[in-house]
């Protein structure tokens, strides 16, 4: 029987792959797709606790916590698109090891 | 075995496998595609839990917006291949071994503890009511979240702006 605390394992693992490619990855772009994974995984996390400790006693701290964070990422990836287009048009080239120059 | 097990089992094979492929594919584009289905993924484990609204606002806002806006930059900065190779060996390895200690303490701690744990029990919308989240989004009372409601609002609009600033041809 499955249990509803399963899905942190699940979180768990999708967090670590996050964190496995934020160290490895070259291009800021992919960086940036890994740290989509990892504030997916808190997401989830959020949403499982407030399933798992209120159910369906109205208690929605959790629930409106992920609701708000989904916002937040969006312009949080917003914005960080917005850089790399301007990076780009700068030097040509989004990898972190050109990066060195932080001046217009 | 009921449906909804089954369910979850399918979902969380996509999402490992998704995430996964996410960190190791070679492309950049591969890599959106497979992040894609990783979050879609996610949508399913919340319509799994009974919080419908909070799926759809996933499947539009992650699936729907976020991704295509990262398509979209990874198409107009198209460079040369994100490599996993030009690492050396001994950073992959390190990389790869601090995230599997991190998640086998993760694991531990999560088989080892006591929460009150109830069973997955098959999906239904009584959970959360849509009619109580839209009245306790836009009230002021202790389970209340106007403030936040309005402070995100000006935050995408400041974003929205911000963007245009920042992306704007000089």
Same mark, same amino acid.
């Given at each position: 029987?499955?249990? !509803? $605390?399963?899905?942190?394992?699940?979180?768990?693992?999708?967090?670590?792959a996050?964190?496995?490619?934020? !160290?490895?990855?070259? &291009?800021? !772009?992919?960086?940036? !797709?890994s740290?989509?994974?990892?504030l997916?995984?808190?997401d989830? $996390?959020f949403?499982?606790?407030?399933?798992?400790?209120?159910g369906? &006693?109205?208690?929605?701290?959790?629930?409106?916590?992920?609701?708000?964070?989904?916002?937040?990422?969006?312009?949080? &990836?917003?914005?960080?698109?917005?850089?790399?287009? $301007?990076?780009?048009?700068?030097?040509?080239?989004?990898?972190?090891?050109?990066?060195?120059?932080?001046?217009? | %075995?009921?449906?909804h097990?089954? %369910?979850?089992?399918?979902?969380?094979?996509?999402i490992?496998c998704?995430?996964?492929?996410?960190?190791?594919?070679?492309?950049?584009?591969?890599?959106a595609?497979?992040?894609?289905?990783?979050?879609?993924? +996610?949508?399913?484990?919340?319509?799994? =839990?009974?919080?419908?609204?909070?799926?759809? *606002?996933?499947?539009?806002?992650?699936?729907?917006?976020v991704?295509?806006l990262?398509?979209?930059?990874?198409?107009?900065?198209?460079?040369?291949?994100?490599?996993?190779?030009?690492? +050396?060996?001994?950073?992959?390895f390190?990389?790869?071994?601090?995230s599997?200690?991190?998640?086998?303490? *993760?694991?531990?701690?999560?088989?080892?503890?006591?929460f009150?744990?109830?069973?997955?029990?098959? #999906?239904?919308?009584n @959970?959360? #009511?849509?009619k109580? *989240?839209? +009245?306790? =989004?836009?009230?002021?009372?202790?389970?209340?979240?106007?403030? #936040?409601?309005?402070? @995100?609002?000006?935050?995408?609009?400041?974003?929205?702006v911000?963007?245009?600033?920042?992306?704007?041809?000089?």
């Amino acid at each position: 029987m499955i249990e !509803l $605390n399963y899905i942190l394992i699940v979180s768990a693992i999708m967090m670590f792959a996050g964190i496995f490619g934020f !160290l490895t990855r070259r &291009s800021t !772009l992919a960086i940036l !797709l890994s740290i989509e994974l990892m504030l997916n995984s808190a997401d989830i $996390n959020f949403a499982v606790f407030n399933r798992m400790l209120y159910g369906q &006693s109205g208690n929605t701290e959790g629930f409106f916590f992920t609701l708000f964070s989904i916002a937040i990422t969006a312009a949080e &990836s917003a914005i960080a698109i917005a850089i790399m287009v $301007n990076i780009y048009r700068l030097i040509k080239d989004t990898s972190v090891d050109k990066l060195t120059k932080m001046k217009w | %075995m009921d449906s909804h097990n089954i %369910m979850f089992i399918i979902l969380a094979v996509i999402i490992a496998c998704s995430s996964l492929a996410c960190v190791l594919a070679k492309s950049i584009i591969r890599a959106a595609t497979y992040l894609f289905f990783a979050l879609l993924g +996610t949508a399913g484990l919340y319509f799994l =839990m009974g919080y419908t609204f909070l799926g759809s *606002v996933q499947v539009m806002v992650y699936a729907g917006g976020v991704v295509v806006l990262y398509v979209f930059a990874i198409l107009l900065t198209r460079g040369k291949k994100d490599r996993l190779s030009e690492n +050396t060996k001994t950073k992959i390895f390190t990389s790869a071994l601090l995230s599997l200690v991190g998640l086998g303490i *993760v694991l531990f701690a999560i088989f080892k503890q006591e929460f009150l744990a109830s069973a997955l029990d098959a #999906p239904n919308e009584n @959970v959360l #009511p849509i009619k109580e *989240v839209g +009245t306790s =989004m836009l009230s002021t009372d202790v389970n209340g979240y106007l403030l #936040p409601f309005e402070a @995100v609002s000006v935050l995408l609009l400041a974003c929205i702006v911000a963007a245009l600033l920042i992306a704007r041809k000089r």
